[in-house]
């Protein structure tokens, strides 16, 4: 089987963690849970759970997107992020998750998954504008 090959599986087979993880991320997007704690205790899944699989489980009208996951060690200085977010942006990225950790030593680990449907260059392109960008130590498409 392919690396990032996707299955269409009917959910009744499924274990019932994965259809949480489906309503908790509904919940944040509708805005019907103020943050991933509450959305997660009003479905019983936990947190844990939710975190390991929200990138691998869609809804099938989710399932035709196009992401990448960037891994970027950023400068602890102020703007460094959001110009980062900006090449994203402009290019016709989407972001979908964010997760930062703390800063050691003046750098910041990040990682983003980013829908790439509507994107204006190729990824090579989105690649070399992010190494280029101002405090952008390291990035990376896993």
Do not use: H, W
């Not at 997007?29 to 019983?44: L, P, Q, T």
């Not at 699989?53 to 060690?73: C, G, S």
């Amino acid at each position: 089987m392919k690396k990032n090959s996707m299955l269409i599986v009917n959910s009744k087979i499924l274990p019932s963690v994965f259809q949480k993880v489906v309503e908790v991320k509904e919940l944040l997007a509708d805005g019907k849970a103020k943050n991933v704690s509450e959305a997660v205790k009003s479905v019983g899944v936990s947190r844990s759970a939710f975190y390991k699989y929200k990138d691998y489980v869609f809804r099938l009208n989710n399932a035709n997107n196009q992401t990448i996951k960037i891994e970027a060690t950023l400068s602890d200085k102020a703007g460094v992020f959001s110009s980062m977010t900006k090449i994203l942006s402009d290019n016709g990225a989407n972001i979908i998750t964010i997760n930062q950790g703390a800063p050691n030593n003046g750098f910041a680990p990040v990682s983003l998954t980013v829908c790439t449907d509507n994107i204006v260059i190729s990824t090579e392109e989105l690649l070399a504008e992010l190494k280029n960008a101002n405090g952008i130590k390291t990035v990376k498409f896993i």
